[in-house]
């Protein structure tokens, strides 16, 4: 069975195509629960509303943890609260888009 670092590493493939980083790096992903079931529920946000990735993210998303062994239902629960910012990104993927601090 798989636990919520495994998800959290699945998350780790998918890439927002418009700033090449992934989705955990970028700090979109606000949360991620299991249960003993193995559904997969996931609370984020994308950089604005109205992104024009968020399908090709989404289908990301949903195309990484299906792989995972027993996955039984993906769910994501798109926030706009707290709304992202480029203080969210870790601090790695700061200095590669040349915002490191």
């Known amino acids: 069975m798989f636990d919520e670092n495994a998800v959290r590493e699945a998350l780790k493939t998918v ?7 992934d989705i955990i790096t970028l700090g979109m992903v606000y949360g991620v629960t299991v249960s003993d079931e193995g559904a997969v529920d996931i609370r984020m946000t994308l950089t604005t509303p109205g992104c ?9 998303i949903q195309h990484a943890v299906s792989k995972l062994d027993g996955v039984s239902r993906i769910g994501v629960d ?19 888009l040349g915002l490191g601090r």
């Open 15 to 21: 890439i927002d195509p418009e700033l090449g980083l």
């Open 52 to 60: 024009p990735m968020e399908r090709v993210i989404m289908e990301g």
């Open 78 to 96: 798109l926030v706009w609260e707290p709304r992202w910012s480029p203080e969210n990104i870790d601090p790695e993927g700061q200095k590669i």
